[in-house]
């Protein structure tokens, strides 16, 4: 019987769109304090989870580009 893997919490849609939103606001240095937390709390996302996935984001990116 093959192993299941655990349903993810959040659609991939949000994900990327929370992503996108989070990397956009810490471009801009007015906006960059609390962004994580703002943005987290607009989209019902817990704060730990959306510092992530910008990161992971970057990291698949630059494994895609070597």
């Known amino acids: 019987m093959p192993i299941m893997a655990a349903p993810r919490k959040y659609p991939d849609e949000l994900r990327e769109r929370a992503t996108r939103l989070a990397v956009e606001a810490c471009k801009n240095p007015v906006a960059r304090n609390g962004a994580i937390r ?29």
């Open 38 to 66: 703002r943005i987290a709390d607009q989209l019902d996302v817990h704060p730990e989870a959306l510092w992530t996935w910008p990161k992971r984001a970057e990291t698949d990116e630059r494994d895609r580009s070597a």
